[in-house]
């Protein structure tokens, strides 16, 4: 099917543990993003990216890493997991600048 | 720098109209606007770029005043499919590095 998904939808772990979660678009849309919502503060990036290969940092990028080897996928991974960074995580696509953002269903994580 | 919202929230009746405003502190290249339903991702809704355009879809309007970096978000004869938070977002240079979500205005609409 068409579209963005995520994996997991729901994912539970400890403080310390290495996590990925996982974005997959078939449009091939150059730019993809990670954001994380959390109470009060709206979505906040964390890292995005305008094509394989090229990654940049938003706004939120402490304790996370990106890789993009392919267009259609861009993995966070949270290399050791914290309470602070329990939160739910949307990926998003957009084919270029000035173009609204296709969202993904988002992952809740939650870090015990 | 993100933007601001306000309200924070609204309550309204089916019918009413509804305006939520989002400002921000720097110069803009353009501003988003996404609705967000409990529990599932942000829907777009639309896109203003610089030069002041003001967009329509249905009863759900906005402008764009570059000068003043706000823009306004306008719904008219509120239906109850209305609810939900919405989430301006605004875009401060040509590529997303610089690109910020304000933290929401939840309206209800109730019957």
């Known amino acids: 099917d068409a579209g963005i998904t995520q994996s997991p939808r729901y994912k539970i772990t400890e403080t310390g543990r290495q996590v990925t979660l996982m974005c997959h678009q078939t449009?091939?849309?150059?730019?993809m993003f990670w954001y994380r919502q959390d109470l009060g503060h709206g979505l906040r990036l964390i890292y995005y990216s305008a094509a394989a290969d090229i990654t940049d940092k938003g706004e939120v990028p402490d304790g996370y890493v990106v890789s993009r080897s392919k267009t259609e996928n861009f993995p966070l991974t949270l290399e050791s997991a914290t309470r602070s960074q329990t939160s739910v995580y949307f990926c998003?696509?957009?084919?270029?600048?000035?173009?609204?953002?296709?969202f993904g269903p988002g992952t809740r994580l939650t870090v015990l | 720098q993100q933007p601001v919202q306000s309200p924070q929230a609204v309550i309204l009746r089916e019918g009413e109209d509804a305006v939520i405003n989002c400002s921000s502190s720097k110069a803009l290249y353009s501003v988003h606007w996404y609705r967000q339903k409990h529990g599932e991702a942000p829907v777009f809704l639309m896109i203003?770029?610089?030069?002041?355009e003001q967009k329509g879809h249905d009863k759900i309007s906005a402008s764009f005043n570059e000068k003043k970096q706000q823009s306004s978000l306008y719904l008219t004869a509120s239906q109850l499919s209305y609810s939900g938070t919405y989430f301006c977002?605004?875009?401060?240079?040509?590529?997303?590095?610089?690109?910020?979500f304000g933290s929401g205005t939840k309206l209800n609409v109730k019957p």
């Open positions: 977002g605004t875009e401060e240079g040509d590529n997303f590095n610089k690109f910020y």
């Open positions: 998003a696509s957009v084919p270029n600048s000035y173009n609204e953002q296709f």
């Open positions: 449009w091939s849309h150059s730019y």
């Open positions: 203003l770029l610089k030069g002041g």
